[in-house]
């Protein structure tokens, strides 16, 4: 087999063959420099103002409260806990299934469950809220 290789600048012609490895011929490339790249002057910012008084987003998340995702897509098995529920870091939330395997989902710290965001059997994605612990 012969390959062709480029090593800083230069370019060998190199013969292969039961593991053994000639060099053919070398040839010496000239660099080619790269086009200037075009400046496109940036637009203007838009400046909105928000209106005074705006209701806080749905899930906005609060300070202290942290919210517990779905690490992969899967089916949810069976929710370990219910909102109101003391619960210690390490003990299972949620068990979701995903590819036949059945992974359980950990509380990341000691708290109250403030709020679920899913239920048996709903399907879920990648980053999908599951539970709310304050």
Known sequence: MI???TINNKEY???VEKGKANILKTKEIAIQKAPEPVKIPAPA???VSAPAATAPAAQAVQEGVDIVKAP???TILNVRVNQGSNVKQGEILVIL???KMEN???APR???VMQLFVTKGSSVSTGDNLVSIS
């Open 104 to 106: 359980e989902i950990l």
């Open 45 to 47: 910012a838009e400046v």
């Open 3 to 5: 390959y062709t290789v």
């Open 110 to 112: 000691d708290g109250v």
């Open 97 to 99: 299934e995903a590819m």
């Open 72 to 74: 992969m897509p899967g």
């Open 13 to 15: 012609e190199v013969e």
